[in-house]
């Protein structure tokens, strides 16, 4: 009997409501009896009402606006924002719909898979009206490169078989290739494919992008294959990201192949198209090519400064420093100005030839001009003065880089380490360290080893001992990289003692070996006599199924060169325990002949 009172009552309210609404009596909204039913689930179910009563959403719109401008502080709950969208959709005020949902979705967290379920059980389940809704959610985040949220509203679509719309498909996979994710984009093609999407040409240039970053060539002519069974005809961005492709592989007839079917089909290439072409060739030093090449197309299109770029990096690479020069000042004669991109590549080839002096020449030069050097510029002259040693000059330049604006990235701080290392000045190569662990760069095994090479050179075996603690006590997190190249040095040296000490520590720090420590270990046993104990540190490589590959049987090969009959005899027991590939075996039979 309750149940019935306050369902009539409920009755009585909503008619009331509607009444006043209808009149647009506001103001009467304001009433203690009205207000006092206003809760997040009222609100909800008053603007459901509403939509039913008339064709239109504006009842439930005006409803919806006014509650928040007359209750202080008040916002509306997920559900009704989502309730209002989905009347403003069901009604096609689309316009309207997408903008509130932008506002909900930046404000709450809607991809969440029991967020999304709660709200769509909460409505009338319309598939259209969801997969508008949906599709929408997936380009909001998308755009924002928020790729794990828009996947998860995708995937929630998908397992209640809602088809998302076109347009929503090409954003998703577009900022999953911005993202480089292309195993993603393909993943989720073919779920879009299931789900009943067709594909246009916006999506199939977005999945030859994809091939384009990920250097597949396979790929990229399968995709051209189904655009064809589809009837789908590339347009100019399909074949310029195709020649681009080839050519980041070298494949040089495949890309004019692809020139020469995109002029039968009626479309002309453009200036991309000869640039992509030019730098195929310069990349691969053919340089005669480029340049006939590049005569050929004078008359179709106007080069502009990247083919010039591209021209003049081609000659500093091919070491014609004098002809890149020139074509510079042509490039100048017809109107089209040097970027940094173009004084990089000469700047590079002068430091190459150790012409600092005229590499700060080149310097003043683009100073003048106002051109601002970039990270490049600043790192190729910090590495040539480290490689001479000079290591004042190269933290001036550091300095001056750090004054204009710039960060350091990993190669400022590889060449300052290794400059410092080369000069034997071991204190300021690991504060440079500690500072490029406390930019978040991680530190390869390379740039340990050329600490641990530069406090050899100082006959400084305590001062190697003990650095895997001195970093950790600096805060660096110490992986196997450090361990390895002092284990390596250590056993080069023939100094097993060390290498074991440093061996214990490792695994004392919880830090497991790999194929380089063990097979360090290993070949420098076998090298002083200890056979048996060589052979039991492969006995636990075979157990921790840890195997030799090409990389580290040709550096230890180059490692010690000096030592061929030894290490033949040490690759055959190897061999006899299974801890190679064929691949391996093959390449030391082709050495062996």
């Not at 969440?112 to 997969?131: F, M």
């Not at 200036?271 to 005569?295: D, L, P, Q």
Request: with cysteine; aromatic share 10%.
């Amino acid at each position: 009997m309750s149940n019935l009172t306050s369902l009539n009552h409920e009755t009585h309210i909503i008619q009331a409501l509607f009444a006043t609404i209808l009149k647009g009596n506001f103001q009467n909204l304001t009433q203690p009896k009205i207000t006092s039913t206003l809760t997040s689930t009222t609100i909800n179910k008053y603007l459901l009402n509403l939509s039913l009563y008339t064709e239109s959403p504006h009842l439930s719109l005006s409803l919806y606006k006014w509650v928040e401008s007359i209750i202080p502080h008040y916002k509306h709950s997920i559900q009704s924002s989502w309730t209002m969208i989905h009347i403003l959709t069901k009604h096609t005020h689309f316009k309207t719909a997408h903008h509130l949902l932008d506002k909900i979705a930046h404000r709450d967290f809607l991809s969440s898979s029991s967020v999304l379920t709660a709200l769509l059980a909460g409505n009338d389940n319309d598939p259209v009206v969801n997969s508008h809704v949906l599709s929408w959610l997936v380009i909001h985040y998308a755009n924002k490169r928020m790729n794990q949220e828009a996947v998860q509203v995708f995937e929630h679509m998908r397992g209640y078989g809602y088809k998302p719309h076109l347009p929503a498909c090409t954003v998703l996979l577009n900022s999953l290739v911005k993202d480089r994710m292309t195993d993603m984009v393909f993943k989720l093609y073919k779920k879009m494919v299931k789900l009943g999407v067709v594909a246009n040409l916006h999506v199939y240039n977005v999945l030859v992008n994809a091939c384009c970053k990920g250097c597949d060539v396979e790929k990229v002519e399968k995709v051209l294959s189904e655009m064809e069974m589809n009837g789908v005809s590339p347009d100019l961005f399909t074949f310029n990201t195709m020649i681009a492709l080839y050519n980041k592989k070298g494949m040089h007839y495949e890309a004019l192949n692809v020139q020469d079917r995109m002029e039968r089909s009626g479309i002309n290439p453009d200036i991309i198209t000869y640039n992509s072409i030019i730098y195929g060739f310069c990349r691969e030093g053919r340089m005669r090519e480029a340049v006939r090449y590049f005569r050929e197309i004078k008359d179709k299109a106007n080069p502009n400064h990247v083919t010039y770029t591209t021209l003049i990096d081609g000659y500093c690479r091919m070491n014609d420093l004098d002809e890149a020069l020139r074509l510079r000042d042509v490039m100048e004669a017809k109107g089209l100005y040097p970027s940094v991109i173009t004084y990089n590549s000469i700047l590079h080839k002068l430091c190459e030839e150790g012409r600092l002096r005229d590499a700060n020449k080149l310097l003043n030069e683009m100073s003048e001009k106002r051109i601002e050097p970039d990270n490049v510029t600043c790192n190729t002259l910090i590495n040539a003065y480290c490689k001479i040693g000079d290591m004042m000059s190269a933290t001036k330049v550091k300095n001056k880089m750090l004054e204009a604006g710039l960060k350091q990235d990993q190669f400022t701080y590889k060449a300052l380490i290794h400059g410092f290392c080369k000069m034997q000045d071991m204190d300021n190569a690991k504060e440079i360290l500690f500072a490029m662990s406390n930019a978040g760069i991680s530190i390869s095994y390379h740039t340990y080893s050329w600490l641990v090479d530069g406090f050899c050179n100082q006959n400084d075996e305590n001062a190697l001992v003990t650095l895997p603690d001195e970093f950790a006590k600096k805060g660096l997190s110490v992986d196997v990289s450090l361990y390895r190249a002092l284990i390596r040095k250590f056993c080069k040296m023939e100094k097993l003692d060390s290498a074991e000490k440093i061996f214990d520590l490792m695994q004392k720090n919880g830090i497991n070996g790999d194929s380089v420590v063990y097979a360090s270990l290993a070949y420098g046993y076998w090298r002083t006599g200890l056979v048996n104990v060589a052979s039991d540190l492969l006995v636990e490589m075979d157990k921790r199924r840890l195997m030799i590959t090409l990389k580290i049987y040709r550096c230890f090969n180059a490692w010690f060169a000096e030592d061929k009959d030894v290490l033949k005899t040490f690759w055959s027991h190897v061999v006899d325990r299974r801890l190679m590939s064929k691949s391996i075996l093959r390449d030391m039979n082709v050495q062996q002949q």
